[in-house]
């Protein structure tokens, strides 16, 4: 990892205060929630044993290939607008990806409810949010990010489901380039955080999650049911209509998209 260019690019005012790096920790979330982390510090390691996902689950990363990562960021937020740091996360980093990637006229990277990114349909990256001082105006977010740059393989069991850029795009690419990126239009675009609606707006246009099929499940134990997006709110809620006709709104839980075949 090239510190020195991340700090020269990132750590400067109204940007990060701080780059903690580490060979290996056990998972930059969990350090994050140990330790007394100021302000736009942000926590980068660059191989991840412990790495957690949503519901708990492993979040492998090869060691040295992928940017593995957790920001620390206050925020002036309400409880029912915890969810707009997850959606302008997932956001910020889906615009990131496209630039990144826009001479590759033949990949699409696209936003799955609630805040997975997919390439060419498969996860690419995800984020894993803790809130810490809830009770107070400003609340802490750790902001956890998993995003697959140089693997080649991947465990059997998500094989079918995951991908990498270099899987995609044929082409390394430089980890700094892409964290350079991010961070600079994640602190380059936080008016959206106070603009929920355009924020929405522009994440759902990055979704076109409208009237397709998906799967739904409620946890990881759960049964999977067939249901058809009927929108998502700006209040994060999932509205689905059930194969049965029942119609629901959901703030977690789990959706895989069902594709045509051809
Ligand atoms: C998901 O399940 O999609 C979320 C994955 C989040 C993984 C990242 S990697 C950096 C940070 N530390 C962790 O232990 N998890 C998050």
């Not at 409880?79 to 959606?87: G, K, Q």
Request: hydrophobic share 35%; with cysteine.
């Amino acid at each position: 990892m090239n510190l020195n260019l991340l700090n020269e690019e990132l750590v400067r005012e109204n940007m990060l205060s701080e780059i903690i790096y580490f060979d290996e920790t056990d998972s930059t979330n969990n350090y994050s929630k140990k330790s007394n982390l100021g302000n736009n510090t942000l926590v980068l390691t660059s191989s991840q044993p412990g790495g957690t996902g949503r519901f708990g689950r492993p979040w492998y990363s090869s060691p040295g290939k992928n940017l593995t990562f957790s920001l620390i960021k206050f925020f002036n937020l309400q409880i029912d607008e915890i969810h707009l740091v997850n959606f302008y996360s997932s956001y910020i980093l889906c615009m990131t990806l496209k630039e990144f990637i826009k001479k590759n006229k033949d990949c699409e990277v696209t936003l799955k409810w609630p805040n997975d990114i997919l390439l060419n349909r498969k996860k690419l990256a995800g984020f894993l949010l803790d809130v810490k001082d809830l009770k107070n105006d400003s609340k802490k977010f750790i902001i956890g990010a998993g995003i697959n740059i140089n693997q080649e393989n991947f465990p059997d069991d998500i094989k079918s489901k995951a991908t990498s850029l270099l899987l995609e795009i044929k082409t390394e690419i430089r980890k700094e380039e892409l964290l350079i990126a991010f961070i600079k239009n994640f602190y380059g675009k936080l008016y959206l955080i106070e603009n929920k609606n355009e924020l929405m707006r522009q994440w759902n246009n990055n979704s076109k999650i409208e009237g397709k099929k998906i799967n739904f499940k409620k946890s990881d134990d759960d049964k999977e049911r067939a249901a058809t997006v009927i929108g998502i709110d700006n209040d994060g809620g999932l509205n689905v209509k059930f194969d049965d006709g029942k119609k629901s709104r959901f703030y977690s839980g789990e959706i895989s998209i069902v594709y045509d075949l051809n």
